[in-house]
Nanobody, 125 residues
Framework: QVQLVESGGGLVQAGGSLRLSCAAS????????TAWFRQAPGKERAFVAA????????YDADSVKGRCTISRDNAKNTVYLQMNSLKPEDTAVYYC??????????????????WGQGTQVTVSS
């Protein structure tokens, strides 16, 4: 069992930066692919970025490519999402997810078994 707790969200002006953290409990966390998804009001949950268990491979959505960096520190059981050059359209609740997406694309939420409660990111124009 893995429990995930996100932090680091908040209100920031357009062009600013935030670093989200996802702290995990559970000794097996380092085995899992971990991802960030986001959900804006009235929209479906959308993939943001993912990182494999070792951190050797990362994947970004086109909407954040070049502006966001996902990383992990398995010694600390934590995954990070550094977001730069934030835009108002980045406003959403950001969720951390972990799993072993063997049968789904890393960007498909069905591949993740564990989810955090989310952290709100609001970007003002």
């Amino acid at each position: 069992q893995v429990q995930l707790v996100e932090s680091g969200g908040g209100l920031v002006q357009a062009g600013g930066s935030l670093r989200l953290s996802c702290a995990a409990s559970g000794r097996t966390f380092s085995r899992y692919t971990t991802a960030w998804f986001r959900q804006a009001p009235g929209k479906e949950r959308a993939f943001v970025a993912a990182i494999n268990w070792s951190g050797s491979s990362t994947y970004d959505a086109d909407s954040v490519k070049g502006r966001c960096t996902i990383s992990r520190d398995n010694a600390k059981n934590t995954v990070y999402l550094q977001m730069n050059s934030l835009k108002p359209e980045d406003t959403a609740v950001y969720y951390c997810a972990a799993g072993l997406p063997r049968y789904f694309s890393y960007s498909d939420s069905r591949g993740y078994d564990y989810w955090g409660q989310g952290t709100q990111v609001t970007v003002s124009s």
